[in-house]
């Protein structure tokens, strides 16, 4: 009989899933418990040994027995907005009877300040878990890029990619970035009170999203901004219900003021690695869509300095010189990403261009000297460029 540590609420969902799967992968499956609410539809859902639990967000009965033994629990939000607190409530009091030792939860990037209409929900839940006694953990997640890939294939059939988000900028990051931080952070953090701000590394517009379907797909899907009004009557005149398209419309709306925007850097920088491209996602979608799209295309861009700072007034002194932080930060990604085993030779060429365009920049203020100095994988890549 095992007896698992790490326990996942509402398991069986596609961030669920993910995140089983790479706790399973980091601490064995018999450490892992998923709980859902039918164990007999989900058993093939996750690796060999993660035991399968029954819990329903609505029948607290099944709570208290599904966590018995938790040491750890990741409670993921429920995915029934509107309905969300008191089901969430339901999880927490669950977990303080059971005596976990810390609590993560899944909310929303800046939720103590965010826009976005259904921010509202995290900040009450998260005013929950505060309350609760327990340590806990808040795991802020940015927009995932699915959230938008969604919506690549309704816009090759009707030949342009709408939302209402102007020219806001969107950090996302895949879902498995996501998943890959849950189980980092339920294994390992401590303190009583973590909060976590996640969100892709390198941001875009949706022009920028549309023009890169196009570049892809090689067919022109133009970027067609709606009013947050139109935006919603048209999502329900694509068959999503009400409240569904009332949200995506809010989120574009949020999206144009900044709601979906983060530089911090701490999503990989706790797992470790860059977050998956947007450009990454759009390929594996056109893929599972069946688009043939040209293998010598690059499936990422360089990072630039707008994307990473799209203010220009960010700058920083260095050596009596003013550059912008951007362009640093730029150039350590696309030098990152240029070293890694898996790009192709094609990213590999569109790299190089944007690292050498800001090399006089970097030796400008003495900067390049310096990192080229203390960086061994960087001077090896440079010396191959």
């Known amino acids: 009989m095992t007896n698992p540590r790490y326990f996942v609420t509402g398991a069986s969902g596609q961030l669920g899933q993910l995140v089983v799967a790479a ?46 033994g938790a040491k750890r629990l990741l409670l993921i939000s429920s995915n029934e907005v509107g309905r969300r607190v008191p089901q969430h409530r339901n999880v927490i009091e669950a977990a303080k009877k059971a005596r976990v030792s810390r609590i993560a939860y899944t909310s929303v990037l800046h939720a103590d300040t ?22 806990y953990t808040l795991l802020r997640n940015g927009w995932y890029t699915e959230n ?27 879902r498995l970035d996501y998943a890959e931080a849950a189980a980092i952070a339920l294994i390992g953090d401590e303190g009583d009170r973590v909060v976590h701000e996640l969100a892709g590394d390198t941001s875009y517009s949706l022009s920028e999203f549309a023009a890169e379907i196009s570049r892809q797909a090689d067919k ?35 999206a144009a003021e900044g709601a979906l925007f983060d530089d911090s850097g701490a999503l990989s920088r706790l797992i470790g690695r860059l977050t998956t491209p947007f450009a990454a996602t759009i390929a594996a979608t056109l893929e599972t869509l069946g688009v043939p799209t040209d293998p010598e295309k690059p499936t990422i861009a ?23 932080k ?60």
């Open 23 to 68: 706790l399973a992968n980091r601490v064995g499956a018999d450490a892992v418990a998923a709980i859902v609410r039918d164990p007999a539809r989900s058993a093939s859902l996750f690796p060999e040994g993660v035991t399968i639990r029954r819990g329903d967000y609505d029948k607290p009965e099944t709570l208290q027995a599904a966590l018995a």
């Open 326 to 385: 951007g362009t640093i930060a730029a150039f350590l990604q696309n030098a990152m990403r240029w070293s890694d085993p898996g790009t192709s030779d094609a990213e590999r060429k569109l790299l190089e261009d944007a690292i050498v365009e800001a090399m006089p920049a970097l030796r400008a203020v003495g900067l390049f000297d310096v990192l080229d100095a203390r960086d061994e994988q960087l001077r090896a890549l440079l010396a191959n460029i």
């Open 302 to 324: 360089a990072s630039r300095p707008e994307d990473i700072l799209p203010d220009d007034t960010d700058r920083t002194d260095f050596g009596g010189v003013t550059i912008r």
């Open 220 to 254: 022109t899907i133009p970027y067609v901004d709606l009013p947050e009004t139109d935006y919603r009557a048209a999502l329900v005149g694509a068959g999503l219900p009400e409240p569904l398209a009332a949200l995506y419309a809010d989120s574009d709306a949020a």
């Open 148 to 174: 938008y890939a969604a919506s690549i294939a309704p816009a090759l059939q009707h030949g342009a990619f709408i939302g209402s988000a102007r020219d806001g900028r969107i950090a996302s990051a895949a």
């Open 114 to 135: 965010s826009k976005l209409g259904l921010a509202e929900e995290h900040r009450q839940t998260e005013a929950l878990v505060e309350a609760s006694g327990l340590s």
